[in-house]
């Protein structure tokens, strides 16, 4: 049996490493994050594509990427949002964890240099360009009862096109996480109430996401239930799934905290 | 700001179930609709992780984001409807002397602890290892752990996006009724963390009890 002062001392240790590593996660780390990317300043060399898809509003996809690829998401008029989840591909049990994303991160706001974990503590995606910077993974998709609210009928929404989505990879509800919803810029007031700051939206936005482990995506284009712009069709979103060089250690992604380095470490071994 | 379900909440006279978890310990039990759970944080700062499955058809279950969608804001309080991913209230919360439980930081595990904390803390007991173990009970699977509630657990979210569990706020005997508003499979892990602050660095027991509804 521990002693009580022993078991004091053990507290105040774990206590010393908490606080360090909030003021690491939360004043070094931002410190070191790079600026969002200019909406010109990445274009994709023809030769890298792999395929290219237009996700019509309202509507989903599934896609698989490899390890290594990329995947640009392109909010083409500004006007959409795309709800993601996803699975590793040779085990469907894990699959991306927005608690544990934020909880790693210290931040609940993702952005260029953060990355999007898994529920085994490892990276799924990590987001190597962004236009954007808002983001959402509190509030979630679009449901039947947030389209009724919103538009006094029950239209197309993301819960219905993520139980498609995932049955068509033979998944099913049960399967299905909270999302993460690129281009939608939910913020949280003093007291906690939901904010939408439409000033965030920009034509042409986009994400360059680049695949940690193989991985199977489900991405839905409905407004994101905050977005008071009640157009019942926002426009359509491209999908580039394409190619580019490996990256090395020194990818700000993979080095940007301690815990990162971790966990990149955890995923490197399932490829080792 | 609480509404209570009995006339003192000391009061436990007419509970037709009580129990004490152990600290560290997973609980399951079906609420009927109707009936009240009371969870009480018996020593302080103790975060309870939990999880509600419909008894009927446990592929509808809590869902945290369909919960803070609904209500607009970011934090568990009084008043809250706890919904599933199909859209319905499964509870509601119906009395609260804490003030602020979190549903957006999902539970510990063994693997995001490593993470967070080191290798060495990856055999550490962990609530996701509880919440495996109970939901087994229920012919459930680690596939079926979804973003859960935390009571008593203090997450501050501030407009810049940090996002930090801070110590908890509950004081002994600070206490949270959830009313059943459908049989719900409800699961807790008497969260086992003591690499930060939900549980003051120490996991201490809490109690459960349970209230059939007012007769009419």
């Avoid at chain 1, 774990?14 to 200019?38: F, I, S």
């Avoid at chain 1, 509190?138 to 009862?145: E, F, L, R």
């Amino acid at each position: 049996m521990m002693s009580a002062e022993m078991k004091r001392e053990i507290s105040e240790a774990n206590r010393r490493r908490y606080e360090q590593l909030r003021a690491a996660g939360q004043e070094a780390t931002p410190k070191g994050l790079p600026d969002a990317t200019a909406l010109d300043a990445k274009p994709i060399a023809p030769e890298a594509v792999i395929s290219r898809e237009q996700i019509p509003a309202d509507w989903y996809a599934t896609m698989r990427l490899r390890r290594g690829e990329l995947l640009r998401i392109i909010d083409d008029l500004g006007m959409s949002s795309v709800s993601m989840i996803g699975w590793r591909e040779e085990d469907t049990s894990e699959r991306i964890n927005c608690a544990d994303t934020v909880k790693v991160q210290w931040s609940a706001a993702i952005s260029k240099g953060r990355v999007i974990l898994s529920d085994m503590g490892r990276v799924f995606v990590s987001l190597v360009e962004d236009t954007s910077g808002a983001h959402d993974l509190m509030v979630g998709g679009s449901t039947p009862a947030s389209t009724l609210a919103a538009f006094g009928t029950v239209s197309r929404n993301t819960h219905d096109n993520f139980l498609a989505a995932a049955t068509k990879v033979g998944l099913g509800l049960r399967d299905i996480p909270p999302c993460v919803t690129f281009f939608a810029p939910v913020s949280v007031d003093a007291n906690g109430a939901f904010l939408w700051n439409a000033g965030r939206k920009r034509p042409g936005d986009f994400v360059d996401l680049r695949a940690e482990m193989n991985v199977i995506l489900a991405l839905s284009n409905c407004a994101h239930p905050l977005n008071p712009f009640r157009a019942p069709l926002l426009g359509p979103v491209t999908l580039l799934r394409h190619r580019a060089p490996p990256a090395g250690s020194d990818n700000l992604c993979r080095s940007i905290s301690p815990e990162i380095v971790r966990a990149f470490e955890f995923t490197d071994r399932l490829f080792a | 700001m609480t509404s209570l379900a009995t006339a003192s909440p000391e009061d436990e006279s007419g509970a037709v179930y009580r129990y004490d978890i152990p600290a560290e310990r997973p609980w399951s039990r079906v609420l009927k609709r109707g009936q009240t759970l009371r969870i009480v944080d018996s020593e302080g700062q103790q975060a309870v992780d939990a999880l509600l499955y419909c008894a009927d058809n446990p592929a509808e279950r809590y869902s945290a984001q369909d919960t803070l969608r609904v209500q607009g804001s970011a934090y568990i309080d009084l008043g809250t409807r706890l919904v599933s991913n199909n859209g319905r209230v499964m509870a509601r919360i119906t009395a609260d002397s804490c003030g602020r439980h979190d549903t957006s930081a999902g539970c510990c595990s063994c693997e995001s602890n490593a993470v967070r904390f080191g290798e060495s803390t990856r055999y550490q007991h962990a609530c996701r290892e509880n919440f495996i173990m109970e939901l087994s009970k229920h012919g459930l699977t680690k596939r079926d752990i979804v973003a859960n509630l935390n009571f008593f657990m203090n997450v501050p979210i501030d407009p810049s996006g940090n996002f930090t569990v801070v110590d908890g706020i509950s004081a002994p005997g600070n206490y949270v009724d959830i009313t059943a508003d459908m049989d719900v499979l409800f699961v807790i892990s008497n969260c086992p963390q003591v690499n930060n602050p939900c549980n003051g660095f120490n996991p201490t027991p809490i109690r459960v009890a349970i209230w059939d509804p007012p007769a009419l």
